[in-house]
T-cell receptor, first 113, second 111 residues
Framework: EPEVTQTPSHQVTQMGQEVILRCVPI?????FYWYRQILGQKVEFLVS????????KSEIFDDQFSVERPDGSNFTLKIRSTKLEDSAMYFC???????????FGEGSRLTVL | QKEVEQNSGPLSVPEGAIASLNCTYS??????FFWYRQYSGKSPELIMF????GDKEDGRFTAQLNKASQYVSLLIRDSQPSDSATYLC???????????FGRGTSLIVHP
């Protein structure tokens, strides 16, 4: 069964460092998303991506964040200068159609020290 | 501001009982409604989606949507200990295909 894969599963970094989280969406999906979930809190939308550009982004997705689809398979989230409050589980998701079911990856846990 | 509200629980039910999970949403123009299950430390996985008023059944799960009252519910029949998880309600507001998630309701099914 096709699945969304994410790497790394866990990353520990120092405050101020750059982090890149990687995702391989399901191959025939066209819509890609990043969500995050701070421990004990709800799943929060960060950004959506379609046709090689950002389609929507939340207030959380400020200038410290960027997304890229560098090739035909990978979808990355970059945090330029991490802060303590960026510590969270980051989920990549993809869907075959807008407003359809999201398929989530297993997540990348980011710990900022 | 699009709000999706859920009682955080925990909701505790005995094995074999019906678990009823509720969700309300603020945007009257919302079009698509989803229930996801999230086990501790894992990612959300879709259980059901519903677009039209009324009931939709899939095995032991029934989703109920009432757009006039702006609520959506999930019933789990014959609850099993393996159903113990957090259940997330997600709603696509009108004009957006981005699901907004509620905080989730923790369900505990005890033997």
């Amino acid at each position: 069964e096709p699945e969304v894969t994410q790497t790394p599963s866990h990353q520990v970094t120092q405050m101020g460092q750059e982090v890149i989280l990687r995702c391989v969406p399901i191959s025939n999906h066209l819509y890609f998303y990043w969500y995050r979930q701070i421990l004990g809190q709800k799943v929060e939308f960060l950004v959506s991506f379609y046709n090689n550009e950002i389609s929507e982004k939340s207030e959380i997705f400020d200038d410290q964040f960027s997304v890229e689809r560098p090739d035909g398979s990978n979808f990355t989230l970059k945090i330029r200068s991490t802060k303590l409050e960026d510590s969270a589980m980051y989920f990549c998701a993809s869907s075959i159609a807008p407003a359809g079911e999201l398929f989530f990856g297993e997540g990348s846990r980011l710990t900022v020290l | 501001q699009k709000e999706v509200e859920q009682n955080s629980g925990p909701l505790s039910v005995p094995e074999g009982a019906i678990a009823s999970l509720n969700c309300t949403y603020s945007d009257r123009g919302s079009q698509s409604f989803f229930w996801y299950r999230q086990y501790s430390g894992k990612s959300p996985e879709l259980i059901m989606f519903i677009y039209s008023n009324g009931d939709k059944e899939d095995g032991r799960f029934t989703a109920q949507l009432n757009k006039a009252s702006q609520y959506v519910s999930l019933l789990i029949r014959d609850s099993q200990p393996s159903d113990s998880a957090t259940y997330l309600c997600a709603v696509n507001a009108g004009g957006s295909y981005i699901p907004t998630f509620g905080r989730g309701t923790s369900l505990i099914v005890h033997p």
